[in-house]
């Protein structure tokens, strides 16, 4: 039996043990030069240090370009020194001509490094004039300037001098122009005043988009207004029996305590249908139904059931039949639902006011007045919001019409005055639609008809001719 071998005679046998004393001279020693007696691993700083030194003598710092910058780098994170490294590759690639140009700068400096490369490649090549060649390309040519590019860079400042003075004396002469064409749009400008700032923390404002809301829908009011003569190919109507339907209508408006809007719509509804459609004497009545009974649908959050309005026609015409009438008149009109209601154009402009409420008041009963009245059909519902605002203010004394109110309603005084006298005309005259008349004159209303009735008598020969009043043939003998 062979005698055991001890743990010291192994150990040293053993060449693949990473634990023992390493005898054999490897390719790493070699490349140090020497190897260590005691069979030690050397300390990595030489080897550091050797590709360091080996590294920044390949760098071709010159050029610049992305490959050395990353070279460089890599031997900083290698080192453990990665902020030293990344400045080194920072201000070679600045040497290289890779500078921020300045206004006072003449030259293109992004064209220096390629220049001077290609100076390196072709000694005999000449730069171009003009191009910055040779000038951005290290700090010794800066200092080596030719007179050549001294002269170029001073005469470049003067011809832009002239192109500029030019320029200048162009748009002047546009300004002029335009100065002497509007300057009364210019200080109606300047005195406007914002208000739509305080509302850009309300998501429920939009002010980000209301000016463009409201230029939609006054393009769009012109596109569902009624025709004012369609009572002309009406055999068995007239406006006076109109007069009376608008004015149940509100009766049963109020009953159903409904919102303004639902009005508004219900009749813009009827005035559509009446000039697409021929109708009878005994349907006007059906026609009005179920026009507030769709606009309620539009409008309201829970709208009445169709037996309800069954009920207030004194079961006149029966459920089916308003059904029926819902569907053929939504069919007449495409569907089409999007009437701008005047309610919003008063609220846009009751923003300019301060939300007044007794001028908003006075100004929901003059809108309403173009209900009723069908010379004011003719007239988009942004004119009439406007001119009902106007003549609330004027009766209140609140101040007259400035630009920031004529800027939020979009019309000016002289654009209110048609619609203006024709409000005035109306409540000059004597009374026609009771319901009408009675609702407004209730203390939750503040009265409104009443007031407004008594500044018009009192004021109606300053404002009005006696010219325009034209006598209805419905109107009562009895004022009130």
Do not use: C
């Not at 760098?59 to 030293?84: E, F, P, Q, T, Y």
């Not at 009771?434 to 500044?455: C, G, P, V």
Request: net charge neutral.
């Amino acid at each position: 039996m062979p005698p055991a071998r001890s743990l010291r005679s192994r150990a040293t046998m053993n060449e693949n043990d990473e634990n023992g004393p390493a005898t054999r001279l490897t390719r790493a020693k070699a490349a140090l030069g020497d190897a260590p007696a005691d069979g030690a691993k050397k300390p990595l700083q030489a080897k550091r240090t050797t590709t360091t030194t080996t590294g920044g003598q390949g760098r071709r710092a010159a050029l610049g370009d992305v490959s050395n910058v990353n070279k460089v780098d890599a031997g900083g994170v290698k080192d453990g020194k990665k902020g030293v490294a990344g400045k080194v590759g920072l201000t070679t690639r600045t040497t290289a001509g890779v500078q921020k140009p300045t206004r006072t700068n003449s030259t293109r400096t992004a064209l220096g490094s390629r220049d001077t490369n290609a100076k390196k490649a072709v000694p005999d090549a000449k730069p171009r004039q003009g191009s910055g060649a040779g000038v951005m390309g290290s700090t010794q040519m800066k200092r080596s300037k030719s007179v050549k590019d001294e002269s170029l860079k001073s005469e470049e400042p003067p011809l832009k001098r002239a192109h500029t003075v030019k320029k200048s004396v162009a748009v002047e002469e546009e300004i002029k122009e335009e100065t002497t064409e509007a300057p009364v749009n210019e200080a109606m400008d300047a005195a406007v005043e914002d208000l739509d700032i305080e509302d850009l923390n309300d998501p429920l404002m939009a002010a980000e988009y209301v000016v463009e809301i409201f230029e939609y829908l006054q393009e769009l009011e012109m596109v569902t207004l009624p025709n004012p003569e369609y009572i002309e190919h009406q055999p068995d109507l007239e406006w006076k029996m109109r007069g009376i339907l608008v004015d149940w209508l509100i009766e049963v408006h109020t009953r159903f305590r409904l919102l303004p809007e639902t009005l508004f719509l219900a009749v813009n509804i009827i005035d559509r249908f009446l000039s697409a459609e021929v109708v009878a004497l005994d349907r006007l009545q059906l026609v009005g139904v179920t026009a507030m009974f769709i606009a309620s649908k539009y409008e309201e959050v829970l709208s009445p059931h169709v037996a309800n309005f069954s009920h207030v026609a004194d079961e006149t015409f029966s459920d089916k039949e308003i059904l029926d009438a819902e569907r053929h008149v939504l069919a007449t009109l495409s569907y089409n639902m999007s009437f701008p209601n005047p309610m919003n154009f008063l609220r846009r402009i009751s923003k300019a006011d301060n939300y007044d409420i007794q001028t908003r008041t006075l100004g929901k009963y003059l809108m309403e007045i173009s209900l009723l009245d069908h010379r004011f059909m003719s007239f988009p519902q942004s004119q009439i919001a406007a001119a009902a605002m106007y003549l609330a203010r004027l009766i209140l004394e609140r101040g007259p019409w400035d630009a920031t109110l004529a800027h939020y309603a979009g019309y000016t005084e002289k654009e209110i005055d048609p619609v203006f006298r024709l409000m005035i005309d109306y409540l000059h005259r004597p009374v026609s639609h009771e319901a009408f008349f009675k609702k407004y004159a209730s203390k939750k209303f503040l009265k409104a008809s009443i007031l407004t009735r008594q500044w018009a008598k009192k004021y109606h020969s300053v404002y009005i001719d006696s010219s325009l009043s034209e006598p209805y043939s419905y109107i009562k003998d009895s004022d009130q």
